[in-house]
T-cell receptor
Framework: AQSVTQLGSHVSVSEGALVLLRCNYS??????LFWYVQYPNQGLQLLLK??????LVKGINGFEAEFKKSETSFHLTKPSAHMSDAAEYFC??????????FGAGTILRVKS | DAGVTQSPTHLIKTRGQHVTLRCSPI?????VSWYQQVLGQGPQFIFQ???????GRGNFPDRFSARQFPNYSSELNVNALLLGDSALYLC?????????????FGSGTQLSVL
C-alpha cells in the first residue's frame, strides 16, 4: 500500500516569506502525486499534480512542487506568502482510479 | 456550471441511527468517490463508483454502503452509527474515474453523531 507523510502538522511564516511544506511518499510504482488546499468549512481544491511529465510542477496561486525520486519527496513551495494562503494543505498519492491516499495535513499560518 | 454538490451540509444523528448522504457530480462526470475526513486527519477513501458499478472500496466496515444512480448521482449510507463516524464526508467526481484525471471535491457533509 502506498503512504504519504507530511512533516510538520503546523507551519507558521511571515507574510512575504518563503513557504515550504514537506511531503514524502512511498510507492512501488511511478506515482501520481497531488497537493490540495482546504479552507475552513470547504472541500478540497487541487493546487497541482505530478504525472511524470516534468519534475517541477507549477500550480495555482503561485505554488509549485518538485518531484525528487531519489528522496521520495514532493515538497510544496511558494516564494512569498500571502495572508490568503492560510489554510490546511494535503499531499496525496493516487493508488488507483479515484483512490487517493492523503497525508495528515499541514496547517499553514501566515503572520502579518 | 455547478460544481460537485452535496446534501445536507450538516447533520446530527444519535448512536445506532442510520444516515444517507447525497452527492451530485459535475455535469458529464460519470465517476463518484466518497471520502471520510475525521477532524485533524487527512481524508480517507471509502468508495468509488463508475457507471453504477463499484470500482473500489476502502477499509471501512460493512455498515458503510453506497450506490450510484443512472444520472450518476450517488448516495452514501451508514448504518448503526457510532460516535467515531462523526466526520466530514466528502464526495468527489471525475470524468471516467481514471488514474490521470482531475478529481473535483464537493464542500462536504458534516456529520455529528451524539
Amino acid at each position: 500500500a502506498q503512504s504519504v507523510t507530511q512533516l510538520g502538522s503546523h507551519v507558521s511564516v511571515s507574510e512575504g516569506a518563503l513557504v515550504l511544506l514537506r511531503c514524502n511518499y512511498s510507492s512501488s510504482v511511478p506515482p501520481y502525486l497531488f497537493w490540495y488546499v482546504q479552507y475552513p468549512n470547504q472541500g478540497l481544491q487541487l493546487l497541482l499534480k505530478y504525472t511524470s511529465a516534468a519534475t517541477l510542477v507549477k500550480g495555482i496561486n503561485g505554488f509549485e512542487a518538485e518531484f525528487k525520486k531519489s528522496e521520495t519527496s514532493f515538497h510544496l513551495t511558494k516564494p512569498s506568502a500571502h495572508m490568503s494562503d492560510a489554510a490546511e494543505y494535503f499531499c496525496a498519492v493516487r493508488e488507483y482510479g479515484n483512490k487517493l491516499v492523503f497525508g495528515a495535513g499541514t496547517i499553514l499560518r501566515v503572520k502579518s | 456550471d455547478a460544481g460537485v454538490t452535496q446534501s445536507p451540509t450538516h447533520l446530527i444523528k444519535t448512536r445506532g441511527q442510520h444516515v444517507t448522504l447525497r452527492c451530485s457530480p459535475i455535469s458529464g462526470h460519470k465517476s463518484v468517490s466518497w471520502y471520510q475526513q475525521v477532524l485533524g486527519q487527512g481524508p480517507q477513501f471509502i468508495f468509488q463508483y463508475y457507471e453504477k458499478e463499484e470500482r473500489g472500496r476502502g477499509n471501512f466496515p460493512d455498515r458503510f454502503s453506497a450506490r450510484q444512480f443512472p444520472n450518476y448521482s450517488s448516495e452514501l449510507n451508514v448504518n448503526a452509527l457510532l460516535l467515531g463516524d462523526s466526520a466530514l464526508y466528502l464526495c468527489a467526481s471525475s470524468l471516467e474515474g481514471g488514474s490521470n484525471e482531475k478529481l473535483f471535491f464537493g464542500s462536504g457533509t458534516q456529520l455529528s453523531v451524539l
